[in-house]
């Protein structure tokens, strides 16, 4: 079975008081089993928007997702995400908060408490199990909303700007952790992000978005050999995918030279 998603001529225009607001036209994509794509674009060029509507959260006006063959009509199965806010319960500890996902899919919570455990370890929180929400910082609550979203072992993991409240130094870490998740599982992950040494990084394909209402203007193959070393943010190679990147986003006057 394949775990690819298909995205064709999507788009999506909300109702609001003052009007309808379209958020997305015209998006054409293929995100293939196995690849990691990035979606880099600027505020308010509907990258949430399409992240839910991938998820089954809500629906494209025009077009249709379909993942693995089946048009996205609720939240499909294998299917994880990370939201752009930690949507952490706080009356329940971080542990309870990671096991929701299982209890969502009706699945044996019990079964489940030693990989929680086993997450929460790889993500540094072992020792925060028993804490509330509140009791930790935002990075570590958005560590403990990406246990969450991997409890189930997800084919597809949805990530929205996971990383964006993080310093430098821990963004660095989780980013080494994650492409190694996604090379281990050979996961379908499409990931949100504002910096596009962090798509490059992360991404066998970035696509750039615009907005007005959002489109993707072109996507970028990024041919780096895995496993990446941080370090390979340093090399020519890898400053020319950046420099292309940051090139269309001049040429579209999201960033100035
Ligand atoms: N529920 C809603 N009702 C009306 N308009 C909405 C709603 N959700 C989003 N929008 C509008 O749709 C557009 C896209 O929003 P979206 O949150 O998808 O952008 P984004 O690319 O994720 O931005 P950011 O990078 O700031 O998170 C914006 O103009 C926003 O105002
Ligand atoms: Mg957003």
Known sequence: ???????????????????????????????????F???????????????????????ASEGSIRVRGADVASPPEGLGMVFQRDVLLDWRTIRDNVLLAAEFQGLARGRYVDRAQALLERFGLGAFADRRPWELSGGMRQRAAICRALLCEPEILLMDEPFGALDAMTRDDLNVELARIQQDGRRTVVFVTHSIAEAVYLADRVAVMSTGPGRIVEVFDVDLPRPRPLSIRETPPFARHVGAIRGLFSRLGIVRE
């Open 1 to 35: 079975m394949t775990s690819g998603i298909s995205i064709r001529n999507v788009g999506k225009t909300y109702a609001s008081a003052r009007g309808p607001v379209t958020a997305l036209t015209g998006v054409d994509i293929d995100v293939r089993e196995g690849e």
């Open 37 to 59: 794509l990035a979606l880099l674009g600027p505020s308010g060029c509907g990258k949430s928007t399409l992240l839910r509507c991938i998820a089954g959260l809500d629906h």
